[in-house]
């Protein structure tokens, strides 16, 4: 559970640094749309996670950065509230969920979670890269940065 708390604390650091560097820099919409994304799937996950149909959740609308903002931190509430009452134990049970094409899965809540994480951190390298080709300076998003 220590490992999964960390990767999350670590998920709203990273996500508050790309927001910051899209606030302050010149509008990016591939970077904007890629952080929209991140921020969706974050929350269809959580959906998932809850037991919740999320077939309804956009996974690819563009928002603004105010309205990623709000996400940031709404996601950040929702995960950090749904891990205070996992255990060690709940992260091997299953979830049954269907993806957008509507295809049934299970997996277990370590999974998703790991994978949240990863899936986020994939991105947030493209969105490093666009910006590097914009000649914006990238933000280190990296997990060892982040706990040092």
Avoid at 44 to 63: M, Q
Avoid at 71 to 83: D, G, I, K, R, S
Avoid at 121 to 146: K, M, S
């Amino acid at each position: 559970m220590e490992t999964i708390q960390s990767m999350f604390k670590h998920i709203h650091w990273a996500n508050q640094r790309i927001l910051e560097t899209l606030q302050n820099g010149e509008e990016h919409k591939q970077a904007n749309t890629l952080f929209s994304h991140i921020l969706h799937a974050e929350n269809v996950w959580f959906t998932r996670l809850l037991g919740r149909d999320s077939s309804h959740l956009p996974i690819w609308a563009e928002v603004s950065l105010d309205t990623c903002i709000e996400m940031v931190n709404q996601n950040h509430q929702n995960y950090a509230e749904f891990l205070s009452k996992l255990s060690n134990s709940d992260l091997d049970q299953e979830v049954s969920y269907k993806n957008s094409k509507g295809a049934e899965f299970q997996n277990t809540i370590r999974e998703i979670l790991t994978h949240v994480a990863l899936h986020g951190q994939y991105h947030r390298g493209q969105i490093n890269q666009l910006l590097r080709i914009a000649a914006t300076e990238p933000i280190n998003v990296d997990f060892i940065t982040f706990k040092r």
